[in-house]
T-cell receptor, first 112, second 110 residues
Framework: DTAVSQTPKYLVTQMGNDKSIKCEQN?????MYWYKQDSKKFLKIMFS???????INETVPNRFSPKSPDKAHLNLHINSLELGDSAVYFC???????????FGSGTRLTVV | GQQLNQSPQSMFIQEGEDVSMNCTSS?????WLWYKQDPGEGPVLLIA?????ELTSNGRLTAQFGITRKDSFLNISASIPSDVGIYFC??????????FGQGTTLQVKP
C-alpha cells in the first residue's frame, strides 16, 4: 500500500495553462506539505497544512494555490504556468510536524 | 533564513569503501534526519536523531547528532552499488519547518 501517493507522475504542458497535482496519504498523519525540487536537486518547502489549515506559506507566487479538502488530501493548483515552474514537486506528510516526513514519489512538471 | 551546508556535494567511490558526509548549520536544531533519494523517487528516511550526541545505526549506516546541535554526519560502511543516490540531511528546530541540505550525490563503482 502506497503511503503518500501523487498524481500524475509526469505532466507536460504549455506556458499559460492551468494544471493541478493531487496528493493523498493513508498514514493518518495530520500535516501535509508541498516541496519543490529544482534542477540542482535542492528541496524547498512551499506550503504546509495541518488538519486542513494552512500553516506554512513560503514566498511562492500567487499562481500557486494549495487546497486541502480533508487531512488526508492536499492538492496543488498552478495557474498561468511559466517555464520556470518546471521542476519536480513532492508531497509529504508527518504527524504533528515531527518525527520525519514521508514523501511521495514526485510529479515531474515540464512547461514548454 | 536558516541554511544547512552539506558536504561533499558529490562522491565517486569504489565498491567496498566507506563513505562519510556531514551537515552544518548556523542555528541549533532539535531533530536531524538523513534521507536517501533514488532516481525518479521521493526521499526516503534513513535515520532520525532526536538528542544531542546521539549515535544511531541502521545496518551499514551510522549517523550522529552533533553535541553542539549544529551539525550531523552520516557514515556508510562497505559501500555497495545500490547505495548510489542522493543523500540529504535535514534539520528541524523545536517548532518549525524541516530544512534540507543541498544533497550529496554518491556514485559507486563496482
Amino acid at each position: 500500500d502506497t503511503a503518500v501517493s501523487q498524481t500524475p507522475k509526469y505532466l507536460v504542458t504549455q506556458m499559460g495553462n492551468d494544471k493541478s497535482i493531487k496528493c493523498e496519504q493513508n498514514l493518518g498523519h495530520d500535516t501535509m506539505y508541498w516541496y519543490k525540487q529544482d534542477s540542482k536537486k535542492f528541496l524547498k518547502i512551499m506550503f504546509s497544512y495541518n488538519n486542513k489549515e494552512l500553516i506554512i506559506n513560503e514566498t511562492v507566487p500567487n499562481r500557486f494555490s494549495p487546497k486541502s479538502p480533508d487531512k488526508a488530501h492536499l492538492n496543488l493548483h498552478i495557474n498561468s504556468l511559466e517555464l520556470g515552474d518546471s521542476a519536480v514537486y513532492f508531497c509529504a506528510s508527518s504527524q504533528d510536524g515531527q518525527y520525519g516526513y514521508t514523501f511521495g514519489s514526485g510529479t515531474r512538471l515540464t512547461v514548454v | 533564513g536558516q541554511q544547512l551546508n552539506q558536504s561533499p556535494q558529490s562522491m565517486f567511490i569504489q565498491e567496498g569503501e566507506d563513505v562519510s558526509m556531514n551537515c552544518t548549520s548556523s542555528s541549533i536544531f532539535n531533530t536531524w534526519l538523513w534521507y536517501k533519494q533514488d532516481p525518479g523517487e521521493g526521499p526516503v528516511l534513513l535515520i532520525a536523531l532526536y538528542k544531542a550526541g546521539e549515535l544511531t545505526s541502521n545496518g551499514r549506516l551510522t549517523a550522529q547528532f552533533g553535541i553542539t546541535r549544529k551539525d550531523s554526519f552520516l557514515n556508510i560502511s562497505a559501500s555497495i552499488p545500490s547505495d548510489v543516490g542522493i543523500y540529504f540531511c535535514a534539520g528541524q528546530p523545536w517548532t518549525g519547518k524541516l530544512i534540507f541540505g543541498q544533497g550529496t550525490t554518491l556514485q559507486v563503482k563496482p
